[in-house]
């Protein structure tokens, strides 16, 4: 290879490296992929250095997407810009040394998770929930009830709320934010946390 800094030099060993075992074929295919439509949108006479392309990332992705004939969306252009900045930090760690390399892992997939132990039944009894459920949990042996159970009718539908029959002050802001957060914008003014003057 005549300058090896290139992002040409970069996919030419692809091969290379796939023949080494670096990279699986399909993954050889996908990254290749990438860097073919990124290196589409680079002009005859533009800087192809790796340094100069990885430094670029960010304007690339943009001429990505502004291109007159191609038809991807953000997310493939995103995943295109990924491929190729994955290729480029490989390929930079193997020109440094090549005895040493080793490719970076792919996110995403590591070893399998253990499973986990089963979780014990809970101690409390089962409760009917929805349209079938008491506005209160009954009593089971003398203790209090565990859980209040709310069906609430609302414009867009029904809600249903199982909470705790005592709740400190912080459960109830905590709740209060995560139902504001179910609000649309276009709703009236956002409700505020003062009661009702009398």
Known sequence: MANDNTI??????????????FYASNNVRLIRA????????LAADEDRSI??????LGPLHVRLLNKAD???NAATAQTY???TKRLITDYRAWLKDPRAYKPAAPRGRGPAKA?????EPDTEPSLPFGDDAPTSTP???????????????????KAYLRIPASIS?????????????????????PPTTEPPAA
Request: proline share 4%; charged share 30%.
């Open 81 to 83: 810009i990924a491929r």
């Open 70 to 72: 191609a038809r991807i």
């Open 34 to 41: 990438g860097v073919e439509a990124v290196r589409s949108v």
């Open 115 to 119: 499973k986990r132990a089963p979780v």
């Open 169 to 189: 002050t912080e459960d109830m802001e905590l709740l209060t934010l995560v139902i504001r957060s179910h609000v649309r914008a276009s709703s009236a003014a």
């Open 51 to 56: 340094d100069r392309i990885y430094n670029d």
């Open 139 to 157: 009593k089971a042996e003398g203790k209090p009830p565990a859980f209040r159970d709310h069906t609430l009718s609302l414009t867009t539908g």
């Open 8 to 21: 040409d030099a970069a996919v030419e060993w692809l091969a290379k490296a796939q023949q080494l075992g």
